[in-house]
């Protein structure tokens, strides 16, 4: 787990007073010798379970999604969610928020792709394949 910051958040004027509390300087810091990468170009679905999916971690994700090259290859995108509130007429709530976080976040990182064309169609494109999904993971506790 990563705790912070993104740098993508700093105004270029404050960046040195809050540097040191961003996610890219703590991974920095922390920086030891690695065993294995957890990036791997055969992986075919992404899961993801537990994340705000929110704007501070937007770098993390296009630094993934790039990696991945998930306009072009064939890799599922899974967001697993959790009725938090624990009332079942509170689930669709949270299946709306969870719905709109990954639109939103498919959308900003479709926004920063060479393409504008595609990057506007790139929700659309992955739904139409398939490619990504939300599910709600019931029991998780």
Known sequence: MIFGIDTKSLEVAKINS???LT??????????EKATSVLDKTISTS????????EADYAYFQSLFDYLDIYNNPIKLAFYYTNYLKDQQDLETVRREQTKAVRKLIEEYGSTLDNEAKGKNLLHK???EERV???ELENAW
């Open 133 to 135: 999904g939300i599910y």
């Open 47 to 54: 899961m993801f379970y537990g994340h705000s999916l929110s």
């Open 18 to 20: 809050g540097y040191d």
């Open 23 to 32: 996610k890219t300087s703590r991974k920095l810091a922390m920086n030891k």
């Open 126 to 128: 992955l739904l139409l």
